[in-house]
């Protein structure tokens, strides 16, 4: 299995969030390693989102988004498992960097 | 179980949420899934109305967190490995079924997160999400058939061999 560089993974996840969430809105993506999963590797996936927050929606798409990159990675043989948090630009800077 | 909802509404109401609030939170809203996952199978499997029966504890206990989330993570792909689909007789779980998979991926690490990991930051809206997605994952698993929720939840239940 592959481990994808840091730009790629940038890269497939701006795709994959602007076409759910919206480009224009889609401000910010950033891209850990995380141990969360004791199993398997994983990624952290950061997006900072410039718009309307409702949690029901916002859901649903966390869990579209996690399937669309989790299927853009295993087709290019990576199988880090990626775990999303969407965040507005208060708690971008915030965000858990290492 | 406390409501996950009710939980971080009550924390919010007067002030913002503590950190070891939101904690509480994100971990609530996993086990909210993983009990509604227990109750199904030993209410599948030996009848809701057979609580007092050693059966049902034993079921019910049966489940575990790793063997739910090693299913679950294994049903989250577009096409399912040769294994699952032998046992399953499918190429593939419904969307239901994956939406209720990846969110309890999802979930769980973040409940690990949450109780392990004092690096792991988590914002109020945030945490309102994650508690929203553990209402979406139960919803999404309580709208997939009957016959497709029991082979799933047996799989959850015996390993079996390969």
Known sequence: MANLPKTELKKIARAAAGRLLGAAKVKGVDVIGSDALDYQPAYLFSFLYDGTRDPQHEALLRIRLRQKLRDELVARGDDGYPLITILGPLDWEKRQVA | ??????????????????????????????????????????????????????????????????????????????????????????????????????????LHANRQRADYDPRAAFSHSETIATVAEAASAIEAFDRTTNEERADVLALMLVAGRD
Not at chain 2, 17 to 38: E, I, K, N
Not at chain 2, 69 to 89: E, F, N
Request: proline content about 5%; glycine content about 8%; charged content about 20%.
């Open chain 2, 1 to 106: 179980l406390p409501d996950p909802a009710e939980l971080l509404a009550d924390a919010g109401a007067s002030q913002p949420p503590s950190d070891g609030q939101l904690r509480r939170a994100v971990s609530t809203a996993y086990y909210a899934v993983f009990h509604r996952v227990q109750r199904a199978g030993v209410e599948r499997f030996v009848g809701a109305g057979n609580a007092a029966r050693p059966a049902y504890t034993l079921i019910y206990r049966g489940y575990s967190h790793g063997r739910i989330r090693a299913v679950c993570t294994a049903l989250d792909a577009a096409s399912l490995g040769a294994t699952l689909q032998r046992q399953l007789k499918t190429s593939a779980v419904s969307q239901d079924m994956r939406d209720f998979a990846s969110a309890f991926v999802a």
